[in-house]
């Protein structure tokens, strides 16, 4: 028992470690989901009013005809207003890195600030051309070094055919004084926390921020989709679940968040150093086991005294307990409304009953024990039984319900309400059997008396049928010889009437009407 006890400090510390473990995960998840919404949130906020940026640029006409005009005259003093206008836009937005003016073919007709990326802005105008919409590019580094992004705003007039595109501003957007701070700061009190935006390229996973603990420019640090073990691999990999745990670019086991970052590629990835979290929980578990094993060994001397007091009343309190428990039980099988029975699977002997069933079939509970539940059925019945005893042995059922004709012992045939409930070992198989039984034979007589009382009644409603037939067909003949007799009076060819005692005439014939020329 003590080695028990012993043994349970460890489990119910490694069960602390488990707990609080999943619990600081759980945590972590939920910060690391709050820091991931809030910054992406923040992003896409940034992009949408780059785009809508775009969106005025794009929706100026006095901006698209002033290019057309530019690109006719081909000199870049008939454009000097929309240069002012370009590079106001510039001095006015300092995260506008360069601004350009491209025409309808992608000729570089302006610009101010840092050169253009030609070979990546190109694609970008075929797309706004084709699309007639504001195009944004991926992160690209420039030759400082610095993130930047292009955006495309497609210059568009009224013409013949429609509205038709004149021109291209492209500006060139300091993604990284904008947003590598909100990417790289840290809301949360923690060593290891941090933010990666990342992209798929290729088959590649492309980190377009600096890591916090790697000394790497931005754009620089690529992991292959090979190595699904990283947790970038896995966020890029995986559709439904946010949250992931596996190693980082370091190779160190992490857990993380991410979130697409809607209208691009990215994903915004947040991540925390898994020994980070569990460094506090196996700290506050040793602390924890220590005083809990000392602890322990003092109960253990106070526990080794009052073992056998303890004992002593447990075995008092169970065996008062199943005492109730026995009468309990006792008086319920005693119940006089329902017989029940208990008999064995493997014999079909009763094993045990109770007064009613003794009243019921007229055995004792003695002469039960030598009997089986097949000797005191009627044989008729026998199939019934044998069919619900089938259905229990093989599994499919653990009741069987029916009516059945029970043999008592004068030799007088009874019918019963017969239920049967098994009780299963361990292994499945049955272990015994409890049937009650309740005598229906009243009602079956009634049943019984009913069913002859309808029968008579049927066969006097009959008769009494054939008797109104018999009696209709007299009242037609009576009826026919009635008409007859009337005829042969009122039209007979001499007259003939009925007088009373005092001479008047009660009835007379229509022949008589018409010798005496009287009326009815």
């Known amino acids: 028992f003590f080695t028990l006890l012993l043994l349970v400090v460890p ?93 309808a073919n992608g000729t570089l007709l302006f610009n101010d600030g840092s050169a253009p990326l030609l070979t990546e802005i190109q694609p970008l105008l075929q797309r706004a051309k084709a699309t007639g919409s504001v195009q944004r590019s991926d992160l690209e580094l420039a030759p400082n070094g610095e993130t930047v992004m292009h955006v495309v705003a497609p210059l568009k007039q009224a013409g013949s055919r429609g509205r038709i595109i004149s021109g291209f501003v492209v500006h060139c957007v300091d993604f990284h004084q904008e947003i590598m701070p909100i990417i790289e700061q840290w809301p949360l009190l923690s060593r290891t926390g941090e933010s990666l935006l990342i992209q798929r390229r290729g088959d590649e996973v492309w980190h377009l921020t600096s890591p916090r603990h790697l000394k790497a420019p931005p754009l620089s640090q690529r992991i292959p989709l090979t190595q699904t073990s990283r947790i970038s691999v896995k966020a890029i990999q995986q559709t439904a679940n946010q949250e992931l745990s596996g190693t980082d670019y370091r190779g160190v086991d992490a857990l993380g968040v991410y979130r697409p970052i809607e209208g691009t590629s990215w994903l915004l990835l947040a991540k925390i150093d898994r020994d980070e979290i569990s460094q506090p929980v196996w700290h506050a578990a040793f602390w924890i086991f220590t005083i809990a094993i000392v602890a322990t060994l003092l109960i253990m001397g106070i526990l080794t005294l009052l073992w056998r007091q303890r004992e002593n009343a447990h075995r008092l309190f169970m065996s008062t307990e199943q005492t109730k428990l026995d009468q309990l039980l006792q008086q319920f099988f005693n119940l006089p409304f329902v017989g029940m029975a208990i008999f064995s699977p493997q014999t079909g002997n009763f094993v045990r009953t109770n007064e009613r069933a003794s009243q019921i079939t007229g055995y004792s509970a003695e002469e039960f024990s030598h009997l089986t539940w097949n000797e005191i059925t009627h044989p008729d019945d026998l199939d019934t039984i044998r069919n619900h005893m089938r259905a229990i ?17 004068d030799g007088s045939i009874i019918f019963i309400n017969s239920d049967i409930k098994c009780i299963r070992a361990a292994d499945g198989k049955v272990d015994y059997l409890i049937g009650t039984a309740e005598d229906i034979t009243q009602r079956k007589h009634d049943e019984l008396a009913l069913r002859i009382a309808n029968t008579k009644l049927k066969k006097n409603q009959e008769e009494l049928e054939e008797q109104n037939a018999s009696l209709r067909h007299a009242k037609s003949a009576l009826e026919e010889s009635r008409s007859r007799y009337v005829s042969l009076y009122e039209f007979a060819p001499a007259a003939y009437l009925s007088l009373s005692p005092t001479g008047a005439i009660e009835r007379i014939n229509h022949t008589g009407l018409v010798l005496l020329g009287l009326k009815r």
Not at 394 to 408: L, N, V
Request: aromatic share 8%; no cysteine; proline share 0%.
């Open 393 to 409: 042995y093989a599994g499919k059922s653990d009741t069987g319900a029916f009516e059945q004709r029970i043999i008592r012992k």
């Open 11 to 103: 489990f119910l510390t490694g069960l602390y470690l488990l707990t609080e473990t999943r619990q600081a995960e759980s945590n972590t998840f939920d910060n690391l989901s709050a820091v991931t919404e809030l910054k992406k949130q923040q992003i896409e906020r940034w992009l949408a009013e780059r785009y809508a940026d775009g969106q005025v640029l794009s929706q100026s006409t006095s901006l698209a005809e002033q290019a057309e005009q530019l690109q006719k005259e081909s000199s870049i003093e008939s454009g000097t207003e929309i240069v002012i206008q370009l590079r106001s836009i510039r001095r006015a937005k300092k995260y506008i890195k360069s601004i350009s003016l491209f025409g």
